[in-house]
C-alpha cells in the first residue's frame, strides 16, 4: 500500500467546492526552524487537486504545512468584502506518522471562518 496525501476545500458561504483557489505545501523542519517549499498547485471545479499533493515514495514521516489562500479567493467571489481581508492565507500544521497511510485535509471556508479536520 501507498500513501499519499489529498485535500478538498468548500466553499461554506456558497455551499460550493471552492474552484481554483491556490495551495502551497511546505514541508517544516522544527529542528532546523526552517520551511520547505515543496510545492504549489490550485483547486479543480471540484474543490480537489487533479492529483496527491504527495504520494508514494514522497510521502514521508514528517510535520508539513498546507496553506491555503482564501483571502484572493474570496476577494474573486464577493465584491463587498473588507480590505484588508478578514481571512487572507490558511495555514495548516499536521504531523505525518505513517507514510502507507491516506491523509486527506478537508478546508471548511468562508470569509468569516473556516474548519478542518483529519478525513478519508
Avoid at 514541508?27 to 520551511?35: K, M, P, S, V
Avoid at 507514510?99 to 486527506?104: E, I, M, S, V
Avoid at 478546508?107 to 483529519?118: E, G, M, N, V
Wanted: with cysteine; charged share 20%.
Amino acid at each position: 500500500m501507498s500513501g499519499k496525501l489529498t485535500t478538498h476545500v468548500l466553499d461554506t458561504a456558497q455551499g460550493c467546492p471552492a474552484a481554483d483557489l491556490a495551495i502551497a505545501l511546505w514541508l517544516i523542519d522544527a529542528a532546523a526552524n526552517t520551511r520547505t517549499r515543496l510545492k504549489t498547485t490550485r483547486t479543480n471545479a471540484d474543490g480537489r487537486t487533479d492529483r496527491p499533493l504527495l504520494a508514494d515514495d514522497e510521502l514521508q514521516p514528517g510535520v508539513y504545512e498546507l496553506v491555503f489562500s482564501v483571502g484572493d479567493y474570496f476577494a474573486r467571489q464577493c465584491t463587498d468584502l473588507p480590505e484588508p481581508p478578514f481571512l487572507n492565507q490558511v495555514p495548516i500544521q499536521f504531523g505525518i506518522a505513517d507514510a502507507d497511510a491516506h491523509y486527506h485535509v478537508p478546508l471548511l471556508a468562508s470569509p468569516w471562518s473556516y474548519s478542518t479536520y483529519r478525513g478519508s
